[in-house]
């Protein structure tokens, strides 16, 4: 017997049960030209104990893909320099690269045709940035991952 809070918030002694939250270490990779945004989400998702790699634009991140790179995830931004996230999508895609990744966009690209032009290039989700506090991104992520 341990002193543990129940559901009420009452100290009281009882059994307690820990429940997982996530079964493995999910691997991830961020990509944003923002590297202050880039650490910001990586301190993040570390922090939930997931496995974390990340790429200062859409050329680097293809190299990773195609150097072998394996991620659960891939959290993509769209405006970035030389290769947008859209164009880097549709080389994804189109190289039949990253089978197994869920892509999401994680951009402050807010508008309809955004968002239409990213879930048809086959994206499993949209978040804009400025909606969602980052720790409300690894939430999010997170419940895509329980899916």
């Known amino acids: 017997m341990k002193n543990t809070l129940n559901f009420r918030g009452c100290l009281k002694s ?29 301190t993040k998702f570390k922090e939930e104990k ?45 190289e039949n690269l990253a089978k197994d990744s869920k892509i999401i966009f994680l951009t402050n690209l807010g508008q309809k045709e955004d968002i239409n032009k990213g879930m048809s290039l086959g994206a499993l989700d949209y978040i804009i940035k400025a909606y969602f506090t980052p720790s409300e991104v690894v939430n999010k992520i997170k419940d895509i991952l329980k899916k």
């Not at 990509?31 to 910001?40: A, F, K, P, Y």
């Open 50 to 94: 997931f496995d974390v790699d990340i790429a200062v634009g859409a050329k680097e991140a293809l190299d990773k893909i195609k150097n072998g790179a394996s991620p659960d995830i891939i959290l993509l931004d769209i405006v970035m320099p030389g290769m947008d996230g859209f164009e880097l999508m549709a080389e994804i895609k189109k």
């Open 14 to 42: 009882c059994r307690y049960v820990k429940i997982k939250v996530m079964d493995k270490k999910y691997k991830i990779l961020i990509i944003d030209d923002d590297r202050l945004l880039l650490d910001m989400y990586a």
